[in-house]
């Protein structure tokens, strides 16, 4: 049986290239979205299921889920694609921007994967692709409290006129397994030539 991967955010961009991808090397493949019926091309493809899934609606992401596993039998990836951005200086950024972009780009990456690891703990595993300083799942929420803020981190370290305290969060990638870059400790940021 061909293997499937569950897609989310992939009405179009990276998503649907991902989904598309997915589809031409011979997988199954569970291409969700908020609307579906927006997908007619995808949806026409074979071994391709257009679902419903709203990352920041939990009910969503079980009912995406579960017409996976009733469709294609068995689940073995997640690409975790959905989010947006709102693009600004930083400060500028008003708090309920924030607060949305988080919902959907953090606590969604969250919501599907709590909705997909127990299929995979079941079938004897887990998905290479969740992103762990340890690696255990014990420590996850740790781990996403103090990953969460490298990025922000990372903007003010490049930007040296923005005069910003360096992060102590690590932010270097290290691959374990096949094709699992998680997480390790702190990378020195690039060098930048003096012009």
């Known amino acids: 049986m061909a293997p499937t991967v569950l897609i989310t955010g992939a009405s179009s961009g990276i998503g649907k290239a991902t989904a598309l991808h997915f589809q031409q090397k011979g997988w199954q493949v569970a ?3 908020r609307q579906p019926e927006r997908a007619q091309d ?7 299921r257009c679902l419903a899934l709203d990352v ?51 606590y969604g990456v969250v919501r599907v994967m709590q909705a ?14 969740t992103c762990l300083r340890w690696g255990d799942g014990w420590h996850s929420r740790c781990t996403a409290c103090t990953t969460a803020p490298s990025g922000p981190s990372k903007v003010c370290r490049s930007r040296p006129s923005l005069n910003c305290v360096p992060s102590t969060f690590g932010s270097g990638w ?11 400790g702190d990378r020195k940021p690039p060098c930048k030539k003096k012009v």
Not at 42 to 48: G, I, M, Q
């Open 31 to 33: 291409a969700t979205m």
């Open 42 to 48: 995808l949806a026409a493809l074979p071994n391709v």
């Open 56 to 106: 920041g609606d939990r009910p969503s992401i079980e009912r995406a889920v579960q017409e996976t596993l009733a469709t294609f039998g068995d689940l073995d990836a997640v690409v975790n694609n959905a989010g947006f951005a709102v693009i600004g200086p930083f400060e500028a950024a008003s708090e309920e921007d924030l607060q949305r972009q988080f919902d959907t780009n953090v």
């Open 116 to 129: 997909v690891l127990p299929h995979f703990r079941d079938r004897g595993g887990a998905p290479s692709s």
């Open 174 to 184: 290290s691959n374990r397994g096949p094709s699992a870059p998680t997480f390790t």
